[in-house]
């Protein structure tokens, strides 16, 4: 049976993409702060990718109803969970390669290397998924998007570079 022939998304439960994606982050700050000695990155890690998707996102919905384009609300969330969990999905994939990378390094910039390469690697296919998921029609909206995923991971790096720096000086 084909993915498309279930409603699910994903080829697992929902709740478990979720999960994921609400774990790895919490794994890769674990991973800064067994690397730094400090427990701050556990927490700050899954702010940032939440806090900056909550920010974000209202944004995008408004951007694109300003075309004319914009789908129902229902659908904006939707579409926003399945990236989400689409994120969680690639993310579990690369937390225990990014672990290994990291714990078995003498340098701390390979920390910080490695864990962000996982997370930006997360994060764009994640975006991709919802990128699909909203299937806006318009040429404007596109652009929209891919306007607001670039400042979206503009901040997240941005919030995320901050952490490092203090965590790994």
């Known amino acids: 049976m084909?993915?498309?022939a279930t409603d699910s998304p994903f080829p697992?439960?929902?709740g478990l993409a979720l999960a994921l994606a609400a774990i790895g982050p919490v794994?890769?700050?674990g991973i800064f702060a067994a690397r730094a000695g400090v427990a701050t990155p556990i927490a700050v890690a899954p702010a940032i990718v939440f806090g900056v998707l909550a920010a974000t996102?209202?944004?995008?919905?408004?951007?694109?109803?300003?075309?004319?384009?914009?789908p129902p609300a229902?659908?904006?969330a939707r579409a926003l969970m399945v990236g989400l969990g689409a994120f969680g999905i690639a993310l579990a994939g690369l937390v225990l390669?990014?672990?290994f990378l990291s714990l078995s390094s003498v340098s701390p910039e390979t920390?910080?290397?490695v864990t962000s390469l996982a997370l930006a690697g997360a994060a764009v296919l994640g975006l991709q998924r919802l990128?699909?998921?909203?299937?806006?029609?318009?040429?404007?909206?596109?652009?929209?998007?891919v306007v607001w995923a670039a400042a979206t991971l503009g901040i997240a790096a941005r919030l995320w570079w901050d952490l490092a720096a203090e965590v790994m000086s």
């Open 2 to 4: 084909s993915l498309a």
């Open 12 to 14: 697992i439960p929902r």
């Open 27 to 29: 794994a890769l700050g």
């Open 57 to 70: 996102s209202p944004a995008l919905y408004i951007a694109i109803a300003a075309t004319g384009d914009a």
């Open 74 to 76: 229902g659908r904006v």
């Open 97 to 99: 390669p990014a672990a």
């Open 111 to 113: 920390t910080v290397a």
């Open 131 to 145: 990128s699909r998921e909203l299937a806006t029609r318009s040429p404007a909206a596109s652009v929209i998007f």
